[in-house]
């Protein structure tokens, strides 16, 4: 029973780890998704600004105020992600390392999903 313990634990500091390696870079990439954010409320302005100066519908300019700040923030969500997770893997190996050994085995053990 130390040994499932100790794998666990094991395990778990090492998620521990791996997030406060990626701090830096969570952190980062907030910061990027904001001044994305902050740029869509800009744009938004621009278009509805055009497009009262070129006295375009009015309904027309909230849709596609609303729709470019939509694409810079969705553009701001892929740059963040990409600063925190540059590469393609599903996920980091502590967490391949928890699914892959034994220690999933033994929480579905004990919590009654083998041999009920």
Do not use: E
């Amino acid at each position: 029973m130390d040994t499932y313990l100790s794998k666990s634990w094991q395990t778990v500091h090492g998620m521990i780890d791996a997030f406060f390696i990626l701090l830096p870079k969570i952190i980062l990439a907030i910061v990027v998704f904001v001044l994305f954010w902050l740029l869509g409320i800009v744009v938004n302005r621009l278009v509805g600004y055009i497009s009262r100066k070129y006295r375009r519908a009015r309904n027309l300019s909230i849709v596609l105020g609303r729709v470019s700040h939509a694409v810079v923030i969705v553009l701001g969500l892929l740059v963040s992600l990409t600063i925190v997770a540059p590469t393609a893997r599903v996920a980091p190996p502590t967490v391949n390392t928890l699914f892959n050994s034994d220690v999933l085995t033994w929480m579905i053990w004990h919590a009654g999903g083998v041999g009920s």
